[in-house]
């Protein structure tokens, strides 16, 4: 079998006696085919699974992590009547015999070279069609997979140019599925053809377990709507921040679809202080059910308290300021572990793009870098046409730093390569999600929401922006176990939920002592 599970299971057996709260024993007692929970951030989310694989020995199970880490963390944790594994790794194991194809940066360019397109507005308009094509349910590509508007100018895109991205886009599909062809393919191309292809999981599992559903897209909920096995969809549609990449929340999917409803509420990271907040955040967003906590002692500390602490983490909401906030802390003498690793910002790249900037070709190290980029005129084109935020990060510090190349070695200087080492942990809140740390420093590039909340006609597309964002915001509080600095953007929906007190605006979900504890106090932030 592909997908097989050991017959030893260590299920049931000498299991030790624990005692979990009604809201868990609901969880586990059910008897339900298909069950939604709601669970908050530090609820235990992971921990009720494990019991309820433990409690069905004699079942297959299939525990579907949101991404490898989760999946390695996990693995530890259930017993071996489980399959722990997330879905793209899922769809190699099954596609094995197109595993060779793989590329992970599949891009526009790839596409000019294959099929030798030289227009920079269609290589990267045939890429957003396979994208979107890839996260949909649909079996087919489709004119509705291609974009009408350019992701990077917002202008319209005409109609044979779309129409010319529909016909190249199913070409380059069919090349990706053949395995007698070399053309590359992303990840998301193996999830899309195992939906396509691949019989229904109920096939080697009685037991679905799906973490983090409300980041899900359409694609993998299209691949377990085929299941006739018991599912269960586990997530905080708080916690949604992937939207653009195609999350679609399957949580609030599976609720229309008639799942059974249940809660975890009880965070058993944070106590009063941080809950108060992340309570703001959830009533602003009309959020009725509160997050509770289980009197741990933590505290809301001032942006001038929380610099002097070493070590802490800075979350962050863009890539940018996570660089700026390297430079900073090198410029201090200070030693910086970047979340996921120091590559993945792509500091090698910029010495080449500043090369080309100003026109000394000869120092650009990657030759094959003059193929994609033979002038900064082509740079720019690129950033503009595919939406690319790296890129468009990279041109930023390369138009507004002249010294950028000192910069760039002194944040390699500062970096280090153990977390235990660091005076500054430094990440995105989208990366910042499933972890935790003790002191947290919410950076100040969080977008400023109450002219959106107060004074923005509340049309679709706006309380979309807004949703997202205060999403973006909770993750990024939930992540403190013993302090949290109140930011600019927390200060603000202090503010604002102090004003609809005043009004006598009911706020249900918000426990005032905590929320309201620096409103008097000078020099907050």
């Not at 599909?173 to 062809?181: G, H, N, V, Y």
């Not at 609720?255 to 509420?265: C, E, K, M, P």
């Amino acid at each position: 079998m592909i997908f097989s599970i050991p017959a030893n299971s260590n299920g049931l057996i000498d299991m030790p006696k624990i005692t979990l709260s009604q809201e868990q024993e609901a969880i586990l007692a059910s008897e339900e085919k298909y069950i939604c929970c709601q669970a908050y951030a530090g609820s235990g989310k992971t921990f009720i699974l494990t019991q309820l694989a433990k409690r069905n020995p004699d079942k297959r199970i299939l525990y579907l992590a949101y991404n490898k880490g989760i999946q390695t963390e996990a693995s530890q944790k259930f017993p071996s009547n489980t399959k722990v594994i997330t879905t793209h790794a899922m769809a190699y194991r099954y596609l094995k015999n197109l595993k060779f194809k793989m590329k992970f940066n599949f891009n526009g360019f790839d596409v000019a070279r294959l099929l030798n397109i030289t227009s920079v507005q269609l290589q990267f308009l045939i890429i957003e069609t396979l994208n979107n094509y890839y996260r949909s349910a649909d079996y087919s590509l489709q004119i509705h997979h291609v974009p009408t508007e350019n992701t990077g100018n917002g202008k319209k895109h005409a109609e044979n140019v779309k129409k010319s991205a529909l016909e190249n886009a199913k070409l380059i599909f069919e090349l990706q599925a053949d395995p007698k062809s070399d053309f590359p393919a992303p990840p998301d191309f193996y999830i899309k053809y195992f939906q396509l292809v691949a019989p229904p999981l109920h096939t080697w599992f009685d037991i679905i377990l799906f973490d983090e559903a409300q980041d899900a897209n359409l694609v993998t909920k299209a691949l377990l709507d085929k299941c006739e096995c018991k599912r269960i969809f586990v997530g905080d549609t708080h916690q949604m921040i992937n939207r653009w990449r195609g999350a679609n929340d399957a949580l609030d999917a599976s609720v229309r679809d008639g799942a059974q409803i249940l809660r975890l509420t009880t965070s058993y990271r944070f106590g009063r202080c941080v809950a108060a907040i992340a309570n703001a955040i959830l009533m602003l967003k009309g959020e009725t059910v509160s997050l509770k906590t289980t009197g741990i002692i933590d505290r809301l500390i001032s942006k001038a308290e929380v610099k002097s602490i070493f070590p802490r983490t800075v979350i962050s909401r863009t890539n940018l300021s996570v660089l700026i906030n390297a430079i900073d802390a090198g410029r201090c003498g200070k030693k910086v572990f970047f979340v996921g690793g120091i590559d993945r910002y792509a500091l090698d790249d910029i010495a080449d793009f500043y090369y080309l900037y100003i026109g000394n070709t000869k120092m650009i190290k990657r030759k094959a870098f003059l193929y994609d980029y033979p002038n900064w005129d082509r740079v720019v084109s690129v950033a503009e046409n595919s939406g690319d935020n790296t890129l468009k990060r990279t041109i930023h510090l390369i138009e507004n730093e002249p010294d950028i190349l000192e910069l760039v070695d002194k944040i390699k200087e500062a970096a280090v390569n153990n977390y235990n080492d660091a005076d500054l942990t430094l990440v995105t809140a989208h990366s910042s999600k499933g972890l935790e740390w003790e002191y947290i420093e919410i950076d100040d590039d969080y977008v400023s929401l109450v002219e959106y909340i107060e004074k923005t006609p509340k049309q679709k597309q706006n309380l979309i922006f807004i949703n997202d964002e205060l999403n973006l915001l909770y993750v990024a509080v939930t992540r403190a176990t013993k302090a949290l600095s109140i930011s600019m953007v927390i200060m603000e929906i202090i503010l604002l939920i102090k004003k609809r007190k005043n009004k006598n605006i009911p706020i249900p979900i918000v426990t005032p002592i905590e929320l309201f504890l620096f409103i008097n106090q000078r020099c907050v932030i």
